[in-house]
């Protein structure tokens, strides 16, 4: 082959391209234009098919899933295949984001939009990578194959369907995580609690409605209460208790409705967002405000307490580490109130080698308590895979040979298409050094990385090839 670096100048502009028209279409799951033709919503279907077009006129095999999934193949003999998304999750508050979620503007070197980072961007730096391994004449000794998903940040559903009647690769990576290499996904649980307040009376004030968060595994950025009633005198006390912290307003003069504003994250990581519901719950549950019954503004003072932005669940009882993957996270979602009924769901990710089974018992000990009904409405156990993995060895070696890095392989608290499939894990796209951006506000894909990362990824593919 030519020199990789001088291979990767040559296709890079067209890179830039492909990425950029997938930003822009609009692919988060949308319910209200989901159907049999659509499982996930037009959106995602339609950013399938702009993948595929990409990928057949480049002369790719290729299959479209049932809009769920779809691939893109070269070569012959044993199947490797590269796990990616084309769904996002939603872009949250818009106007807090400097350019819009969905132009792919580019500034100072980056692009900016959602699914920059997470995934549409690493999907097409391994897509470009396979491409020039394709027209550069090599032999291939083995079938490399882009599978991208509709479904990854909701339920997996996508690659549920893919693998009902799709062959199974020997080996996959996803690069939808950290270089140099990811051997340990902490578990996934998401827990829905529920529970019901009576019909509030004739309180001069009351509270109509708590409201945040659009999906769970997301750091919610705004949150908002509803109050009814005397708003004028609520509306007084919270301007004296909060000041800037609350945004104020009246809505159609029949209801007050107060808002605080936070900061997106994964919910891998909700230590590095700033959760709007908590803030707004510690607002909340200042002694002197009064407002509906006292048995919900009792349970908001003791939820208030116990979540205190406290990313690792001390408070809760449900903290834990070990050696490999380090902490329990837990992340409030989201959080809705109407009337008299009250749902919060949480996203916990917990250590590889904790039985799941102890946090469930502490989960329900803590949902008595506050005399909520709780469910586990998903959970996905742990990966693990050995270091000395042969397919494992030869990623660490292409991104040893680019970038001169002889880092160990690291664990994650997110998880990745490589739970759902044998013999995978994964690898990239972000290096150690990088702002972690996926689900946040503002996400972006810094050009010079991306070039760095189709040379990995071509090298990786060349090294794939050879074993």
Same mark, same amino acid.
């Given at each position: 082959m030519e020199n990789i670096?001088?291979?990767?100048?040559?296709y890079f502009d067209k890179a830039v391209k492909d990425i950029k028209e997938l930003i822009k279409i609009n692919s988060q799951y949308d319910k209200n234009t989901a159907d049999n033709k659509n499982p996930f919503g037009k959106g995602v279907s339609e950013c399938i098919n702009k993948f595929l077009s990409i990928a057949e006129s480049d002369g790719f095999t290729i299959k479209n899933i049932n809009n769920y999934a779809c691939f893109a193949e070269c070569g012959s003999g044993d199947l490797i295949g590269v796990l990616a998304h084309l769904d996002t999750v939603?872009?949250?508050?818009?106007?807090?984001?400097?350019?819009?979620?969905?132009?792919?503007?580019?500034?100072?070197?980056?692009?900016?939009?959602?699914?920059?980072?997470?995934?549409?961007?690493?999907?097409?730096?391994?897509?470009?990578?396979?491409?020039?391994?394709?027209?550069?004449?090599?032999?291939?000794n083995k079938r490399f194959r882009i599978i991208a998903g509709g479904d990854e940040e909701t339920s997996m559903r996508c690659l549920a369907r893919y693998k009902e009647?799709?062959?199974?690769?020997?080996?996959?990576?996803?690069?939808?995580?950290?270089?140099p290499a990811v051997y340990a996904e902490k578990g996934q649980m998401q827990v829905t609690m529920k529970r019901d307040f009576p019909l509030q009376g004739f309180e001069p004030i009351k509270l109509l409605g708590l409201t945040c968060g659009e999906r769970v595994n997301v750091v919610p950025d705004t949150a908002y209460a509803y109050f009814g009633g005397d708003t004028a005198k609520i509306k007084r006390q919270l301007e004296e208790i909060a000041g800037d912290e609350l945004e104020i307003d009246y809505y159609r003069d029949e209801?007050?409705?107060?808002?605080?504003?936070?900061?997106?994250?994964?919910?891998?990581?909700?230590?590095?967002?700033?959760?709007?519901?908590?803030?707004?719950? %510690?607002?909340l549950a200042h002694p002197?405000? /009064?407002?509906? $019954?006292?048995? #919900?503004?009792?349970?908001?003072?003791?939820?208030? =307490?116990?979540?205190?932005?406290?990313?690792?669940? %001390?408070?809760?009882?449900?903290?834990?580490? /070990?050696?490999? $993957?380090?902490? #329990?996270?837990?992340?409030?979602?989201?959080?809705? =109130?109407?009337?008299?009924?009250l749902t919060l769901k949480f996203d916990i990710r917990y250590p590889v080698t904790l039985k799941s089974s102890k946090i469930e018992n502490k989960i329900n000990i803590l949902a008595e308590k506050m005399m909520m009904l709780t469910q586990i409405s998903?959970?996905?156990?742990?990966?693990?895979?050995?270091?000395?993995?042969?397919?494992?060895q030869e990623l660490l070696k292409a991104y040893q040979s680019v970038t001169n890095d002889k880092s160990e392989p690291v664990a994650i608290g997110g998880r990745t298409y490589c739970t759902m499939i044998e013999n995978s894990l994964s690898f990239g796209a972000n290096f150690a050094d990088d702002e972690e951006m996926?689900?946040?506000?503002?996400?972006?894909?810094?050009?010079?990385?991306?070039?760095?990362?189709?040379?990995?990824?071509?090298?990786?593919?060349?090294?794939?090839?050879?074993?």
């Open positions: 670096d001088k291979l990767v100048e040559n939603p872009a949250g508050n818009e106007e807090l984001w400097t350019y819009p979620p969905f132009t792919a503007e580019i500034h100072d070197n980056k692009i900016y939009g959602r699914g920059a980072i997470d995934d549409k961007g690493p999907l097409i730096a391994a897509y470009t990578a396979l491409k020039i391994l394709k027209d550069s004449g090599l032999k291939l009647t799709e062959e199974i690769p020997v080996f996959s990576f996803s690069p939808d995580a950290n270089f209801y007050l409705q107060v808002k605080t504003t936070g900061k997106a994250a994964h919910a891998m990581n909700p230590e590095k967002g700033v959760n709007a519901m908590y803030k707004l719950l %510690r607002i002197s405000l /009064d407002y509906g $019954s006292w048995e #919900l503004m009792l349970w908001i003072r003791h939820i208030a =307490y116990l979540l205190n932005d406290e990313s690792d669940g %001390r408070n809760l009882g449900i903290n834990c580490h /070990d050696d490999i $993957s380090g902490a #329990l996270t837990i992340n409030l979602g989201l959080l809705r =109130y109407k009337t008299e009924d998903k959970h996905i156990p742990p990966l693990y895979i050995e270091k000395s993995n042969p397919y494992l996926a689900h946040k506000q503002d996400e972006y894909l810094d050009l010079d990385k991306l070039k760095k990362v189709i040379k990995i990824y071509l090298q990786a593919f060349i090294n794939l090839n050879n074993m």
